[in-house]
């Protein structure tokens, strides 16, 4: 099978229902993208699939054949994801980092559909878990980008 994954096509050799997860981070190398839950309920493992996030855990390799696949590793590619990334590193947001990779796909994909967000659809749209709480420092990185300046 052939996957579009930051641009790049690559020939896949996994089965079609082995979670895309896997081949990203297996059997293609690309490490950003982590593997949380295994359920799709935390986040972690969130890529863009033609600007949607996704969690890629769950979803099968032979279901996103034709799409085309954003993962961490290229997310400053895009300019939204660059300005995601920028406001992340300003706000802090980070603290073990391990959730951050599908936080900024999923701050990105809300972005891309909605350019300024109010606080009701960020909380909405940002359901991946963080076990260090940094879900204030979210909002507020995700209000800046949006011209919001209002504390929360």
Known sequence: MELTINDTS???QSDGETPLLWVIRDELGLTGTKFGCGLAQCGACSVLVDGVVTRSCVTPL???????ITTIEAIEEDEIGK????????????????????QVMAATSLLKENANPNDDEIAAAMTNLCRCGTYNAISAAIRDLAGETKEG
Not at 62 to 68: H, L, M, Q, Y
Request: charged fraction near 15%.
């Open 83 to 102: 300005r995601v990334v920028e406001a992340w590193v300003d706000h802090q947001v980070p603290q073990c980092g391990y959730c951050q990779s599908g």
């Open 62 to 68: 032979a279901s996103v054949v034709g799409g085309r």
């Open 10 to 12: 690559y020939e896949v």
